[in-house]
């Protein structure tokens, strides 16, 4: 298994960091992709890698609530990193936010426009946050008709027609702990799309699945993700393995 959105760099870890990378292993997870968030999380994040190589692989980008009044500044630091980082495999995580707060949606949009920029450039996947935003962002997608971009909706939380959009565009879609949630319809949403669009996810430290929801969520947890969505497939757990692994190595060219 592959997870395509950790973020155990996080002071969360701190104290265990190498025993939860080893339960992943035992569990059967042999990469983890760390999304950034912004200039505070990069050094952490990039730690973490160095320490990791063979375990971890990095996105670059910038955080849709970390753009605020000093987001030019921002934008330029994280260039900066991704430009020195060239064993990069995704411009993330990204996007637009507008659960928390809309007084930046303006500069918010420029930055995913320049971000998406970058991924065009570079020719890399971008990893997108989006959060009560989704038509705001095809919005801004629509500006690029016509070139090649490529990625994730990360933590998908869209309804059926968002999802085939999303597939319609080329995008896969980062399916996590939400999946496993009592009041969830998220698997009446996805079961129409197809495994071949499903990518697995933890955004560990957050959004545990059922039966650790509330705890601190690793990426340990993602053999909850990919049995739930085995029940919801009507497959065993080790086709979700197969195909969610090879739909990661295909997006995001891990080694």
């Known amino acids: 298994m592959i997870d395509t959105h950790s973020h155990i760099y ?9 025993e939860v990378i080893r339960r992943a292993i035992e569990a059967g997870v042999e990469k983890v992709l760390l999304a950034n968030v912004d200039t505070s999380t990069l050094q952490p ?34 260039e900066d990193a991704l430009r020195c980082n060239p064993n990069c ?4 995580e990204i996007g637009l936010d507008l ?22 450039s570079l020719d890399l996947p971008v990893i997108l946050h989006i959060r009560k935003a989704h ?20 933590c998908f939380g869209g309804g059926v027609e968002e999802a085939r959009k999303a597939v319609d565009l080329g995008f896969m879609l980062g399916i996590g702990g939400v999946i496993t949630y009592k009041n969830s319809n998220l ?4 079961t129409p799309i197809g495994l071949n669009h499903i990518l697995l996810e933890t955004d560990a430290p957050y959004l545990s699945p059922v039966p650790n929801r509330g705890k601190r969520n690793e990426p340990y947890n993602l053999v909850y993700i990919r049995d739930h969505l085995a029940s919801i497939f009507h497959e065993n757990s080790q086709k979700i393995d197969e195909i969610t692994t090879k739909n990661a190595c295909q997006l995001f060219n891990f080694d």
């Open 187 to 190: 698997g009446e949403i996805i």
């Open 99 to 120: 659960y928390w707060d809309k007084t930046f949606i303006a500069e918010q949009e420029k930055a995913l426009e320049q971000q998406l920029d970058w991924a065009i």
């Open 135 to 154: 038509a705001e962002t095809f919005k801004v997608l629509s500006k690029f008709k016509g070139k090649t971009i490529r990625g994730v909706f990360h």
């Open 45 to 78: 994040m990039l730690q973490c890698h160095k320490q990791h190589p063979d375990f971890t692989s990095i996105a670059i980008g910038l955080h849709p609530t970390s753009v605020k009044e000093d987001w030019q500044t921002e934008l330029r630091n994280v």
């Open 10 to 18: 996080d002071p969360d870890f701190d104290s265990d960091r190498v």
């Open 89 to 92: 495999l995704s411009i993330g």
